[in-house]
């Protein structure tokens, strides 16, 4: 019945996006011909539509093209005739003289889900699927995979459950919440299980990600607190009992709290500045810059010849400022100065692009970041599709890095609070697949 299902939504699909498909398991892309001047690369387009896979490459190894569309046309040629190494290869190469080629990262999504690798099929569907949430090729394969990896692993956790191997049961549902991480209830089942077995760093996680959807949840902030000040984690438990703290602002139990939390912060051997920023209300880019470098000190490698800045001599965060600045995390003014002493306050907006930037490095430094798309995916009512970051604000909301309002409004030019951007830098983290 699956199977038969799956097929009949191939020929829906088919007549929706004027696709053909060589096997049922590969969708073939569309292909423009007015943005193509190549009659060789045209025809052998045409003849992979039209199933002649041998016929097409033939046709592509007299084409003179030189770009990525190329390499995208061999890989499709090579994944219909299954030679998935070529395919690879090919989809590989495109992606480095294009990374945004939309084409590329589908066929190697296809090419995954034919080596039965549904796990790293998802992962490029999920990443896809936020780039581009209209795709409803991307739509299908990703609901597709979520849904059948889903009650797979759920059906394993029950029979585990029942076997009292509790264990296997957990890791069952860990599995299962990788593809429906909007399932609250996996989330604290789990999130629960490691607490009361002392794993504080595992249930955090979870934690974190019932906050992501529920933030003013009393009873798992409480949680998540303890958990941080187990860890000696003193930084993340006062953002924590901060948000209590909003929550229940007459409560003094919480107050004395952050009180205590101060004198055991004070205390540890970082900076002083450093520890003022999670008292603040707003955070400058000297302070953007500090938080960044020391959560993700192991992953700022630099390997060339390090910027001269001329207005951080003194500061706290003079090491990572340069880090960031020669990485291009952060950009520098055409001076050469970093803007130290104007003190300005990072917007929302400004923080999104300092954000994106540091994504886009971590990946290209091999770092694997597992990004889940937002259940409905949201516009900002407040940000117009000519914004200059519109693009970047709408992929940091739809992965959920950032946040909108009540209103769906994104704000771009409030100030963003500590506990804003730290949220959003524990996300980053938390994404990171060791």
Known sequence: ????????????????????????????????????????????????????PKQAIEYFEKSNLEDDKLHVGFGYAFLAQNKLGLAKRNFKLALELNPDSLNAELGLASMYELMKDNENAFKRYSRLLIKYPDNIWVKVRYEHIKSYETEYFLKKAETYKIENRDEKYIQSLEKALRYSPE????????????????????????????????????????????????MNEIDSAIIVYKKLGELRPVDISITNKINDLKVKFYEVKLPLKFKNIFFKDDISREDLAALIGYYFDKYLIINKTPLIITDIDGSYAKDYIIKLCTLDIMKLRPDHRFGRFENIKITRDAFAVVINSLIMYLENSSCTLKFTPIEKIVEPIDISPIHKNHQIIKFLINSQIMRLDAENKFNPTLNISPAEAFTSIKKILNSIEQ
């Open 183 to 230: 399932i609250i209830d996996l989330n604290v089942k789990i999130a629960d299980f490691y607490y009361k077995a002392g794993e504080y760093e595992k249930s955090s996680i979870y934690y974190e990600e019932i906050l992501g959807k529920f933030p003013d949840k009393e009873d798992i902030l409480f949680k998540l607190a303890e958990n941080y000040e187990r």
């Open 1 to 52: 019945m699956r199977l038969l299902m799956v097929f009949t939504l191939v020929l829906v699909l088919t007549g929706c996006m004027r696709v053909s498909h060589v096997r049922t398991e590969i969708n073939i892309p569309e292909l423009s011909s007015s943005e193509y001047h190549d009659s060789y690369y045209i025809d052998g387009w045409k003849s992979l539509r039209m199933g002649n």
